[in-house]
Nanobody
């Protein structure tokens, strides 16, 4: 299993970013996918989840209405569209899947600052 995140960066408050996670080494379309984040000094938290078919999603209360998770099973990729970003969204964002065990990407840094 390999998960490779991209799309992070520095953005002003109110800005947008789209994260991507390219997956390989497993049958992507058969697995639910998750985005987590970890801010400095804080525990890793679940941000968003999407079912294998992409027909159901769940979000942390702190990002509801601002973030959208989606997937393209033909491209083995899951996305996180982040709008109206706030300084408290600053964190390393990780792609995650459970296939027998937890698998994590290397993470991509998102910094929201003026």
């Amino acid at each position: 299993v390999r998960l490779v995140e991209s799309g992070g960066g520095l953005v002003h408050p109110g800005g947008s970013l789209r994260l991507s996670c390219a997956a390989s080494g497993f049958t992507f379309s058969s697995y639910h996918m998750n985005w987590y984040r970890q801010a400095p000094g804080k525990e890793r938290e679940l941000v968003a989840r999407i079912t294998s078919a992409g027909d159901s999603t769940n979000y942390a209360d702190s990002v509801k209405g601002r973030f959208t998770i989606s997937r393209d099973n033909a491209k083995n990729t899951v996305y996180l569209q982040m709008n109206n970003l706030k300084p408290e969204d600053t964190a390393v964002y990780y792609c995650h899947v459970i296939r027998y065990i937890s698998h994590w990407g290397q993470g991509t840094q998102v910094t929201v600052s003026s």
